[in-house]
């Protein structure tokens, strides 16, 4: 599968809770899980590298990104190659700190993405970058193929649904990063970590990637026309040059309140975007089965200081993020 670049732009434009509390929060019945595997985070963004300790707020915060997917009740069937099954995917070094990568027969749980990260020193203002990588081969009994291909969804083939094995996301870490859950630590000038790694794994999950996107996309006026997404909008929605986000500036709710989407091309330094209505009826419109998205469980318990220990501070290659976009 060839991979399709995105931006992901920066605009130019404290406490360190228990974090730990996040991983003990209940996930709804068959949400979708998202692992994220720190093998190849060979250059420290998420690994002290002269300890080899977790970089356990930066991990805690991939956690937290991934919960705003916990509403996807898609059942994903199982990867588990059995004897004369094979498959492969290959994808650039998350950190960049090595040759490509090309996975062989992992073993991926029933509705459970993958996704390797890792961060390195790049170009300044650069974000970050995400993809599902290319070359991806199934051989075997049929079952296992299909499970490969299309994890058990009945329209990939037909360009109505999408789903993935997984992903990669690489961040730059030149980056002045706001590591922070509390978006209150956020400061002037500086991108909010939170953000980026949801909208990186939005693309992981088809927004601006799928065939499935693209057939909602109508070819003489480029608006996006899928049925939630014209329901959220109140008419087609534009889309940016690519095609591959809202257009610069598209606005929706978030928890009732106006906020621009999370799947524009760029969020402002210094500000927080997370998904809005619209952003998640985009997701509806390539097959995600979205149920109701709440705030993450543990967010809410966090900041009310409920058993909290208050530190005191606290096909493709996707979302090439620069300054000012992603
Ligand atoms: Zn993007």
Redo the contacts with the bound molecule.
Sequence with gaps: MAERA???HRRSARAALALTLFAGVPNAVSALQIEFDYRYDTRGFFTDLATGEPLAERRALLDLAASFYGGFTDTLTAIAPGADDNWSVSFVHPSLGGPGVTLVNETIAADTLRIYVGGSPSAPGVLGF?GTGSNLQASGDAAFVDAVMTRGQAGVAQGTDYATWGGYIWFNASNDWYFGPDASGLTAGRPDFLTTAT??I??ILG??EADAWYANVDPDSGLFVGANAVAAYSGGVPLDRYG??WAEGTYSLRDGVLQETM?D?STPAGERQLPTALDYAGFADIGWQVSAVPEPAGWALLLSGVGVVAVGRRRRR????EAG??
Aim: charged residues 15%.
């Design positions: 995105c931006k992901f995400a909208h990186e939005g693309h927004f601006g591959s986000h799947m091309p996707i979302g090439l993020a976009s992603r």
